[in-house]
């Protein structure tokens, strides 16, 4: 099965609303990242999070290890923040990063 | 500090054709990343080096990808007979060790 689940799949908002983003990972982890993509865009980091919780701005990023989860929350929703958002999963005992399927987010006027 | 750098930008082949990306990572960054990420999905590693030995490439089709790091900066990454299946973005990343990965713009492929 999937090692990264992400959801939801896709998210429509009305500017100004919040949202709540979501991974779990179904083996142990060293570490986690939150990526922002817009359509045929590269991959911009949003977050680098071992553990606990990172804010920057609008964006809070909660990792709980121990639970393997991880959340991404945007506070007061703008028009540019629509795009793709992608986490990742750095598992125990290797370097590379196993991605989810993105959540495709639309934020409406 | 300039980031990750690919080129081409686009490619686009008829199948059968070979075809090379170039990626310079971050000034330092030990450790270099192959991609492929398929349309509307996330990406897939393909390779990684650390310096100039390559780490993992379990999942880089050896009978036709092959990628090098021969100075342990630069890195190409060549597909010999492109396929269909193959059309996708191929993204570089770096890091330093066991960190935070930063990526490059990608190459944008199409095989015909």
């Known amino acids: 099965g999937q090692q990264v689940q992400q959801s939801p799949t896709s998210l429509v908002l009305q500017e100004g609303e919040n949202a709540e983003l979501q991974c779990n990972f179904s083996t142990s982890l060293n570490s986690m990242q939150w990526f922002y993509q817009r359509p045929g865009g590269s991959l911009i980091s949003v977050f680098y999070n071992p553990s606990g919780t990172k804010q920057s701005g609008r964006l809070t990023s909660t990792t709980v290890i121990k639970e393997r989860r991880s959340s991404l929350h945007i506070s007061s929703s703008q028009i540019t923040d629509s795009g793709t958002y992608l986490c990742a999963m750095e598992p125990s005992g290797s370097w590379q990063l196993i991605f989810g399927s993105g959540t495709q987010l639309t934020v409406m006027p | 500090e300039a980031g990750v750098t690919q080129s081409p930008r686009y490619a686009v082949l008829q199948e059968g054709q070979a075809v090379s990306f170039w990626c310079d990572p971050i000034?330092?960054?030990?450790?270099l990343y192959w991609y492929q990420q398929p349309r509307d999905q996330g990406p897939q590693l393909l390779v990684y080096f650390r310096d100039e030995a390559v780490i993992d490439n379990s999942q880089l089709p050896s009978d036709r990808f092959s990628a090098v790091r021969p100075k342990g900066t630069n890195s190409t990454l060549k597909i010999q007979s492109a396929k269909q299946g193959d059309t996708a973005t191929y993204l570089c990343?770096?890091?330093?060790?066991?960190?935070?990965?930063?990526f490059g713009p990608g190459t944008r492929l199409t095989v015909l």
């Open positions: 990343a770096s890091s330093l060790g066991v960190a935070e990965q930063f």
């Open positions: 000034s330092g960054h030990d450790t």
